[in-house]
C-alpha cells in the first residue's frame, strides 16, 4: 500500500490571472494527511476556506470556479492536475484573489515548482477510489461523453472535435501518471480568435494574451477587427496574413490542444478527492461534463462510505492460516480469520471463508444458516488483533484484548458460501498499548456489518 504524500516544504506561484487580469500570489503549503486539498482565500477578513471538492464547483465556463459561501477561485484545474499527477494528496494554498494565475497557461510551472521543493510521505495510506464497473456519462448536445472502466492504475485517452479548418480532429493518451511531465504538463489552453469577443462581452479572459494561450485564427477577420480585439484586450497589435495559430511561441505538439484537453481533465478528476483508479475514454470533453463525472464518483463514494477491498484469491497471502495461528491463541472452533491479503502500519484486510460445515449452522438456523453477528464482530476483532500485534517486536509473545466496541451496525445477512472481507483502520495511534480502530465487513461490495474497537495489546507471561 502507498502512503499518503504532501509537499516537503511551501512554494509560491505569481501571475495573472486568466479571466480577472489580476495579479496573484498563490502559496502552496504542506498539509496534514486526510485534509485533501484545500483553498484559503487571505485577502479576506475571515480567510474563509474552500475544500477542492467536485460539489463546490459552481461554473464551468472556460474553466473550472469553487465556490463556497459566496467565496469563489476560478481557474483552478492547472494546479490541481499537478498535484493529482505528482500523487499529492494533501496540500493547502493560500492565495490573495479569486483566480489562480495562469502562468503560460499550462501546469509545467507548477510541477517543476514541486520538484523543486520536493514531496514527504505522511503516515497515513491513500485511499483511492477503484472503478469497479463500467461508468459513462454523456451530452447528446455537444457529442460528448466520458466513459471510465476498470484499470488497476490511472489512465486516459481524450479524442477531441472542433468544426475547424485548424483544429478539427485530435488525439492523446496517457498510459500513466509518471508520464504527466513530460507528455503533458506544458501543454497550453487554446482560444479561437472568433470567439474572443463573446468570452470579452462575458467578462471573462481579460488577462489573455499571446504568451499563455494558443490563439487559432481559423476564419478571416479584417486587420482593423483584429486590431480592435487587441486594444480591447490591451495587448499589442499583430499583423495575421494567413490561418493558423498566432501565439507568440509556437505549438510545441501536433496535438497540443488534445492533451491540454487531457490536462484539464485531470485536474477536474482530482476534486473527487482521492486518487482514481480507472482509465478513462473521454470524447470532447469539457469542464462541464468533467465537473458531472467527478460529481457522479463523490456521490458513489458517500453511499457507499468505504469501498470494499479487492480480493484476488490467486495472489499469494500476506498472512496464510499457518502464520495467523503463531500470532492469534485462537483455535477451532473459534478462530475466524483464514488469511490476510493487505497489511500496513495503519490498517489490514482480512478474509474469512464462510462454509455451511461450520457447527455454528446447527443451531443458527438448520433450515436457514445464517452467520451470527455476534461472530462477524469477533472475527473482525481478530483480524485487527493481528493489525496491533504487527506492530510490536516478536508477536508471538503478545496477545491483544479487547475494552469496548461500540457502534455496531448490521446491514446485510452473511450465509453458507459467503467470502467476508474485514478491513480495519485505526483510529488513533498506539498509546501506552491501547488503541481504537474502525472496521467493516464486506461480502462483495456490500458492507455486511461495522464496528468501532478499542484494544489493548499485553506481553504474555
Known amino acids: 500500500m502507498a502512503n499518503q504524500l504532501t509537499l516537503k516544504k511551501d512554494f509560491s506561484i505569481s501571475g495573472k490571472g486568466l479571466h480577472t487580469g489580476l495579479h496573484i500570489t498563490a502559496r502552496f503549503c504542506p498539509a496534514e494527511p486526510n485534509t485533501g486539498y484545500r483553498f484559503i482565500r487571505i485577502d479576506l477578513e475571515d480567510r474563509p476556506i474552500i475544500e477542492a471538492l467536485a460539489e463546490n464547483v459552481n461554473n464551468t465556463e472556460r474553466g473550472t470556479v469553487l465556490n463556497k459561501d459566496g467565496v469563489q477561485i476560478s481557474t483552478i484545474e492547472h494546479a490541481m492536475a499537478a498535484l493529482y499527477a505528482s500523487e499529492i494528496d494533501n496540500c493547502l494554498i493560500e492565495i490573495n484573489g479569486p483566480e489562480m494565475p495562469i502562468l503560460d497557461g499550462s501546469a509545467i510551472e507548477f510541477i517543476m515548482a514541486i520538484k523543486n521543493v520536493g514531496i514527504i510521505e505522511q503516515e497515513y495510506d491513500k485511499q483511492y477510489y477503484?472503478?469497479?464497473?463500467?461508468?459513462?456519462?454523456?451530452?447528446?448536445?455537444?457529442?460528448?461523453?466520458?466513459?471510465?472502466?476498470?484499470?488497476?492504475?490511472?489512465?486516459?485517452?481524450?479524442?477531441?472535435?472542433?468544426?475547424?479548418?485548424?483544429?478539427?480532429?485530435?488525439?492523446?493518451?496517457?498510459?500513466?501518471?509518471?508520464?504527466?511531465?513530460?507528455?503533458?504538463?506544458?501543454?497550453?489552453?487554446?482560444?479561437?480568435?472568433?470567439?474572443?469577443?463573446?468570452?470579452?462581452?462575458?467578462?471573462?479572459?481579460?488577462?489573455?494574451?499571446?504568451?499563455?494561450?494558443?490563439?487559432?485564427?481559423?476564419?478571416?477577420?479584417?486587420?482593423?477587427?483584429?486590431?480592435?480585439?487587441?486594444?480591447?484586450?490591451?495587448?499589442?497589435?499583430?499583423?495575421?496574413?494567413?490561418?493558423?495559430?498566432?501565439?507568440?511561441?509556437?505549438?510545441?505538439?501536433?496535438?497540443?490542444?488534445?492533451?491540454?484537453?487531457?490536462?484539464d481533465l485531470v485536474g477536474d478528476i482530482a476534486l473527487i478527492g482521492k486518487p482514481l483508479k480507472g482509465h478513462i475514454i473521454a470524447t470532447r470533453p469539457g469542464h462541464k461534463i468533467n465537473n458531472q463525472l467527478a460529481r457522479l464518483l463523490r456521490k458513489d463514494m458517500k453511499r457507499q462510505e468505504v469501498q470494499a477491498p479487492i480480493y484476488n484469491p490467486d495472489i499469494p497471502p500476506i498472512m496464510d492460516n499457518v502464520r495467523i495461528k503463531q500470532l492469534l491463541p485462537h483455535r477451532w472452533p473459534i478462530q475466524m480469520v483464514d488469511k490476510v491479503i493487505e497489511l500496513s502500519n495503519r490498517h489490514i484486510v482480512g478474509i474469512k471463508n464462510v462454509t455451511g460445515n461450520e457447527e455454528i449452522f446447527m443451531g443458527h438456523f438448520p433450515e436457514e444458516p445464517v452467520m451470527p453477528g455476534v461472530l462477524q464482530i469477533e472475527a473482525m476483532a481478530q483480524t485487527g488483533g493481528l493489525l496491533i500485534l504487527n506492530t510490536v517486536d516478536h508477536p508471538e509473545k503478545y496477545s491483544t484484548y479487547f475494552m469496548k466496541i461500540d457502534n455496531v451496525k448490521f446491514r446485510h445477512k452473511v450465509v453458507p458460501g459467503d467470502t467476508l472481507i474485514f478491513r480495519l483502520d485505526l483510529i488513533s495511534d498506539i498509546r501506552r498499548g491501547i488503541v481504537s480502530m474502525k472496521g467493516y465487513a464486506f461480502v462483495g461490495d456490500k458492507i455486511a456489518s461495522e464496528a468501532e474497537f478499542m484494544a489493548q495489546i499485553i506481553k504474555n507471561k
Not at 481559423?218 to 483584429?226: A, N, R
Request: hydrophobic content about 40%; cysteine-free.
Open 130 to 263: 477503484v472503478v469497479r464497473n463500467r461508468i459513462e456519462i454523456k451530452n447528446p448536445e455537444t457529442g460528448a461523453s466520458l466513459i471510465i472502466m476498470p484499470y488497476d492504475g490511472f489512465s486516459i485517452t481524450t479524442l477531441i472535435s472542433y468544426d475547424s479548418t485548424i483544429l478539427s480532429n485530435q488525439f492523446a493518451r496517457l498510459n500513466e501518471l509518471a508520464d504527466f511531465e513530460t507528455e503533458i504538463a506544458d501543454s497550453r489552453t487554446f482560444v479561437f480568435v472568433r470567439e474572443v469577443e463573446v468570452l470579452l462581452k462575458h467578462n471573462l479572459i481579460k488577462g489573455g494574451d499571446l504568451d499563455n494561450a494558443l490563439v487559432i485564427y481559423d476564419q478571416e477577420i479584417p486587420q482593423e477587427k483584429l486590431d480592435d480585439i487587441a486594444d480591447a484586450m490591451n495587448i499589442p497589435h499583430k499583423l495575421v496574413n494567413k490561418l493558423g495559430y498566432i501565439n507568440n511561441k509556437p505549438i510545441l505538439y501536433d496535438n497540443e490542444p488534445a492533451r491540454h484537453k487531457l490536462m
